[in-house]
């Protein structure tokens, strides 16, 4: 019988060809998901600010109380900076106040209830698509 002599001291070429094949996939692969993530938080940055950025105009028109709010669109759909170096560039807004009965209804005469619309417009950074966000209130005249 022919003994066959083994070497175990090393690796083959295969064997190094094959883990450094491995390696670089994964790199790859780790490599591509950083933007998707960057995109994905950039999404999430943008819905933060239209919230606050309605909710500011909320507060705005709420501090001048049930008399000083005038009816109708108060702010027509418009940019909120004219300078592209600002980050309020790529938001735009729009504010409507509308009477409203006890039901939620609208109406057309006065009842003492007034119902605020703010609605901010952007861009999601993942979709590039217009993005809409909307928040109501209601001010009391009492």
Do not use: C
């Not at 094949?21 to 994964?26: G, N």
């Not at 940055?45 to 000083?68: D, H, M, P, R």
């Not at 006890?102 to 861009?123: I, R």
């Amino acid at each position: 019988m022919k003994k066959i002599l083994k070497n175990h001291w090393g690796m083959s070429l295969i064997e190094i060809m094959v883990s450094f094949s491995i390696l670089v996939l994964v790199f790859v692969s780790l490599a591509q998901t950083f933007p998707f993530a960057l995109t994905i938080n950039k999404t999430a940055e943008n819905s933060t600010k239209a919230a606050y950025l309605v909710q500011a105009k909320l507060e705005e028109l709420n501090s001048l109380g049930y008399a000083n709010i005038p009816l109708g669109t108060i702010e027509a759909k418009h940019r909120l900076a004219a300078n592209p170096n600002n980050y309020l560039y790529y938001f735009q807004r729009q504010t409507a106040v509308e009477y409203v009965d006890s039901a939620l209804a609208t109406s057309v005469s006065e009842t003492g209830l007034k119902k605020v619309t703010v609605t901010v417009y952007y861009t999601n950074a993942l979709s590039k698509t217009e993005k809409i966000y909307t928040t109501s209130t209601l001010i009391s005249q009492w």
